[in-house]
Protein backbone atom coordinates (compact mmCIF):
# COMPACT_ATOMS: atom_id res chain seq x y z
CA UNK A 1 0.00 0.00 0.00
CA UNK A 2 1.09 3.36 -1.07
CA UNK A 3 1.48 6.22 1.84
CA UNK A 4 0.22 9.21 -0.56
CA UNK A 5 -3.08 10.46 0.91
CA UNK A 6 -5.94 9.95 -0.91
CA UNK A 7 -9.89 10.99 -0.56
CA UNK A 8 -12.01 9.01 -1.85
CA UNK A 9 -16.15 10.02 -2.86
CA UNK A 10 -18.54 7.25 -2.86
CA UNK A 11 -21.57 7.76 -4.77
CA UNK A 12 -24.05 4.93 -2.69
CA UNK A 13 -26.61 2.45 -4.58
CA UNK A 14 -28.28 -0.15 -3.54
CA UNK A 15 -26.73 -2.90 -5.48
CA UNK A 16 -23.95 -0.73 -6.86
CA UNK A 17 -21.17 2.31 -5.49
CA UNK A 18 -19.31 4.53 -7.86
CA UNK A 19 -15.89 4.61 -6.10
CA UNK A 20 -13.89 8.08 -6.93
CA UNK A 21 -10.33 8.68 -5.34
CA UNK A 22 -8.47 11.49 -5.88
CA UNK A 23 -4.71 12.21 -4.75
CA UNK A 24 -4.06 15.81 -2.87
CA UNK A 25 -4.18 17.83 -5.93
CA UNK A 26 -7.01 16.73 -7.28
CA UNK A 27 -5.98 13.80 -9.83
CA UNK A 28 -8.47 11.06 -10.66
CA UNK A 29 -6.74 8.16 -9.23
CA UNK A 30 -9.51 5.55 -9.77
CA UNK A 31 -12.83 6.49 -10.79
CA UNK A 32 -15.05 3.27 -11.51
CA UNK A 33 -18.53 1.07 -10.70
CA UNK A 34 -17.73 -1.43 -7.61
CA UNK A 35 -20.36 -3.94 -5.55
CA UNK A 36 -22.01 -2.76 -2.80
CA UNK A 37 -19.66 -4.43 -0.24
CA UNK A 38 -16.72 -2.75 2.32
CA UNK A 39 -14.08 -5.67 1.28
CA UNK A 40 -14.51 -4.71 -2.18
CA UNK A 41 -14.18 -1.38 -1.52
CA UNK A 42 -10.71 -2.00 0.66
CA UNK A 43 -9.38 -3.95 -2.06
CA UNK A 44 -9.81 -1.74 -4.79
CA UNK A 45 -8.69 1.88 -2.56
CA UNK A 46 -6.00 0.68 -0.21
CA UNK A 47 -3.30 0.04 -2.84
CA UNK A 48 -3.52 3.26 -4.19
CA UNK A 49 -2.86 5.00 -0.89
CA UNK A 50 -3.60 6.01 2.53
CA UNK A 51 -7.27 7.24 3.02
CA UNK A 52 -7.87 10.39 4.63
CA UNK A 53 -11.54 11.01 4.17
CA UNK A 54 -14.27 9.17 2.58
CA UNK A 55 -17.74 11.04 1.44
CA UNK A 56 -20.89 9.71 1.04
CA UNK A 57 -24.23 11.62 -0.24
CA UNK A 58 -26.33 10.69 3.09
CA UNK A 59 -29.37 8.35 1.65
CA UNK A 60 -30.86 4.88 2.13
CA UNK A 61 -28.29 2.59 3.28
CA UNK A 62 -25.65 5.18 3.02
CA UNK A 63 -25.21 5.45 7.00
CA UNK A 64 -25.15 1.15 7.06
CA UNK A 65 -22.53 1.34 4.54
CA UNK A 66 -20.56 4.48 6.25
CA UNK A 67 -20.50 2.49 9.53
CA UNK A 68 -19.63 -0.48 8.13
CA UNK A 69 -16.42 1.32 6.12
CA UNK A 70 -15.47 3.06 10.02
CA UNK A 71 -15.51 -0.45 11.27
CA UNK A 72 -13.72 -2.81 8.83
CA UNK A 73 -11.56 -0.93 6.98
CA UNK A 74 -10.76 2.47 9.92
CA UNK A 75 -11.89 4.96 7.35
CA UNK A 76 -13.08 8.36 8.25
CA UNK A 77 -16.46 8.62 6.58
CA UNK A 78 -18.23 11.57 6.53
CA UNK A 79 -22.11 12.04 5.23
CA UNK A 80 -22.47 14.74 3.07
CA UNK A 81 -26.19 16.20 3.09
CA UNK A 82 -28.04 15.56 -0.36
CA UNK A 83 -29.58 19.10 -0.26
CA UNK A 84 -26.34 20.68 -0.60
CA UNK A 85 -24.39 18.64 -2.47
CA UNK A 86 -26.91 18.49 -5.38
CA UNK A 87 -26.89 22.44 -4.83
CA UNK A 88 -22.98 21.85 -5.49
CA UNK A 89 -23.63 19.78 -8.45
CA UNK A 90 -24.66 23.02 -10.28
CA UNK A 91 -25.48 21.22 -13.71
CA UNK A 92 -28.02 19.48 -15.17
CA UNK A 93 -25.25 16.70 -16.38
CA UNK A 94 -26.04 13.75 -13.69
CA UNK A 95 -24.03 10.75 -13.71
CA UNK A 96 -22.69 8.39 -10.96
CA UNK A 97 -19.39 9.17 -12.43
CA UNK A 98 -19.64 12.55 -12.24
CA UNK A 99 -21.52 12.64 -8.37
CA UNK A 100 -18.29 10.22 -7.50
CA UNK A 101 -15.66 13.03 -8.68
CA UNK A 102 -17.63 15.88 -7.11
CA UNK A 103 -18.16 13.74 -3.61
CA UNK A 104 -14.38 13.27 -3.63
CA UNK A 105 -13.19 16.81 -4.64
CA UNK A 106 -15.65 18.32 -1.92
CA UNK A 107 -14.34 16.05 0.86
CA UNK A 108 -10.73 16.66 -0.42
CA UNK A 109 -10.82 20.66 0.09
CA UNK A 110 -13.20 20.03 3.38
CA UNK A 111 -16.29 21.31 1.89
CA UNK A 112 -18.72 18.35 1.89
CA UNK A 113 -21.67 19.62 4.01
CA UNK A 114 -22.13 17.15 6.67
CA UNK A 115 -24.76 15.21 8.37
CA UNK A 116 -24.83 13.77 11.76
CA UNK A 117 -26.61 10.53 11.71
CA UNK A 118 -27.47 8.89 15.21
CA UNK A 119 -25.78 5.64 16.45
CA UNK A 120 -28.86 2.53 15.99
CA UNK A 121 -28.66 2.58 20.03
CA UNK A 122 -29.84 6.33 20.02
CA UNK A 123 -32.99 6.33 18.27
CA UNK A 124 -34.09 3.36 20.13
CA UNK A 125 -33.31 4.47 23.52
CA UNK A 126 -35.70 7.76 22.29
CA UNK A 127 -38.45 5.43 21.42
CA UNK A 128 -38.20 3.78 24.55
CA UNK A 129 -38.12 6.90 26.54
CA UNK A 130 -40.94 8.90 24.25
CA UNK A 131 -42.85 5.63 25.19
CA UNK A 132 -42.31 5.63 29.06
CA UNK A 133 -42.82 9.73 29.49
CA UNK A 134 -46.05 10.25 26.83
CA UNK A 135 -48.86 9.88 29.25
CA UNK A 136 -46.74 11.80 32.14
CA UNK A 137 -45.36 14.71 29.52
CA UNK A 138 -42.66 15.49 32.07
CA UNK A 139 -39.93 17.07 30.81
CA UNK A 140 -37.53 16.41 33.23
CA UNK A 141 -37.69 12.67 32.98
CA UNK A 142 -37.59 12.87 29.48
CA UNK A 143 -34.60 14.78 29.59
CA UNK A 144 -32.79 12.40 31.89
CA UNK A 145 -33.92 9.02 29.72
CA UNK A 146 -32.44 10.91 26.79
CA UNK A 147 -29.17 11.65 28.61
CA UNK A 148 -28.86 8.04 29.94
CA UNK A 149 -29.58 6.84 26.00
CA UNK A 150 -26.65 9.32 25.05
CA UNK A 151 -24.25 7.50 27.45
CA UNK A 152 -24.47 4.17 25.50
CA UNK A 153 -22.40 5.87 22.93
CA UNK A 154 -19.10 6.97 22.59
CA UNK A 155 -19.11 10.35 21.52
Not at 21 to 32: A, K
Not at 123 to 136: I, L, N, Q, T
Request: proline residues 5%; hydrophobic residues 40%.
Amino acid sequence: MSSVPVFVGLDYHQDSIQVCVLNQQGEVLLNRSAGNDSAELGRLVNPLGQVQRVGIEACCGAADLGQELVERLGWNVSLGHPAYVARMKGSPDKSDYSDGRLLADLTRVGYLPRVWLAPACVPACVRACVRACVPACVRARVRACVRACASCVSW
